[in-house]
């Protein structure tokens, strides 16, 4: 796992500064600890830059790596799980090997196969080739985006990165704020590629390559897979035994490092079969990690540590509390475009105590994705079924759902009233108002009249019902997909990358194997949702291997107690940042609005704490990097 930088010349009039590279590459020195490296074109038309976090052949894995005639370099970040089955492949074509690690795979590949390469690499990598021949950059994404990668043209030049900062570091680059892409974040939480907080910025799509040539005229995107699984043709008691198989092979691969690795323990059922699995493949010794509260309702330590005993892992705890407001300050910089999901605190702390005990981790990241697990599936399922009745009568049971008390989150009616407010709307804006932050229609009535001025107040929901209108399939199986190409991408698999190589952590995510997550949404909706709840399958392959109680549990997801810390030891820093006339927040909302947000929460008269979370990120990140505001702003 590694950071990546690098430069292209897009004038032939203009060369490439090493420096620069430098500067570059010293922004993601904690994504690669270990090594650093730099290949530089006589010609001066590209440069590439790396940090090494070393995990695979620890002797020879140097970045940047060439063919033989040096003719290709590539930089990397990831892991290619099937790389041992391509050299063995490309060896058979001719290409000789020099070293023992996954990169030089896809330098032969690339020789071999060209652009066609990517489709055959089984595992999580943002990379970049310089094919010095044609005089081209190839930037590249794994399939569900697991690994960033950033760009954006300066001065004669394209500038590419996997974090933004590393970008921001280059001199005489002053960053604007892009009002549109704020609007996003507003709605979502985050920023969806492959767009970016920064104006002219842009992220490369996941399952998607780039080929970029030494002009000025922008590249292409091109897909180089999609997620379009055949059905399953098989019994149920059939496709139990492949997801045995499928589960069993999707953490054997992930086990292959030459440093120790252990795993995030929840207690959750994801988690837990990840680790019983790591016992069944002979991991030793076994460490695990979990994080908990003070707090009951978002506490999971209990069944963390029920499993550990289970499987007899080197179990380490620990408790995350309100002083949490210290690391705020270096996620603001860490996360370096605006990025609204709580649990990257906790995120952020597990992997900050994993490290100091192991350099890999594996995670049950994808698991509620697969198979169907989010109440919010369920949800859609059920609201669904209303949509024989009237429209009227629909809108009816909207309103008188507002009398239902719903100012304390994770409680009974809080969550009949998220469900009822919206039978009214279409299933996708339905989805939208579970999934999203801020509504659209709260939104227009919040913002300044010269920022509302300035933006497509409707384009984020085009976006979402656009996903969701292309997803096959009832109500729930749309929202599964929809979740694969926004909410996995650029909320779930974004906070882990950040947040765990801010430590210097790889995390590796076994329900991510793209066999496996081909094959889970293969199966019959009622097979992964079932009378029960979601994940009805993968539940009853895990009767042989997890405690009952593990099983029969609640879930509980991985939340954060920001409302009521907003309520008593945040409130301070609340008001500090977020109604400070200076504030970005300030600058976008009226005053009054702001403030009504904040007092009806802390007066326990309604819940808004994410979107108050979402307005102090914003006020931080704001702080930290001082973008240039454009009018209207």
Known sequence: MCGIAGILSLSPDVRVSADEVDAMTAQLVHRGPDDAGRY????GRCALGFRRLSIIDLATGHQPMSNEDGTIWVVFNGEIYNFRALRAELEQQGHRFATLCDTEVIVHGYEQWGTECFARLAGMFALAIWDSKQGTLVLARDRFGKKPLIYARHNGRLYFASEAKAILAVPGLTPVLDAQALHRYLVFQYVPAPHSIYRGFHKVLPAHFEVHSGSASPAESHAYWELRPQ???????????????????????????????????????????????????????LRTFSIGFPDARYDETAYARQVA?????????????????????????????????????????VSRWTRQAVTVALTGDGGDECFAGYDRYRAAQLAARFDVVPRGVRGALARAAGLLPHARPRTLSNRLYRFASVLGESPARRYL?????FPPELLAAGYRDEFRAIIDLDEPAMWLQQLHGAAPGPAANR???????????????????????ACSLECRAPFLDHDLAEFALSLPLSWRLGPGGGKRILKDWARQHLPPEVLRRPKMGFGVPIGLWFRHELQDLLRDRVLAPDSLPSRVFRPDFLRGLVDAHVAGRANHEHRLWALLILALWHQRWHPQVPDGV
Do not use: C, N
């Open 433 to 437: 108002s579970w999934v999203g932050i």
């Open 479 to 501: 929202a599964v997909w929809t979740d694969f190409a926004s909410y996995l991408p650029y909320d779930l698999l974004t906070k882990v990358d950040i947040a765990s190589m």
């Open 309 to 349: 005993e289970r499987f007899g892992t080197d179990h380490h705890e620990h408790v995350v509390t309100p002083q949490a407001r210290e690391v705020l300050d270096t996620l603001a910089w860490h996360y370096d475009e605006p990025f609204a999901d709580s649990s990257a605190i906790p995120t952020y702390y």
């Open 40 to 43: 530089d074109d006589p010609a």
């Open 231 to 285: 059905p399953f043709d098989g019994t149920y008691a059939d496709a139990k035994v492949r997801l045995g198989e499928l589960l069993k092979a999707a953490v054997e691969k992930r086990l292959i490092a030459d440093v120790p690795l252990g795993a995030f323990l929840s207690g959750g059922i994801d988690s837990s079969i990840i680790v019983a699995l790591m016992r069944e493949l002979g991991v030793s010794p």
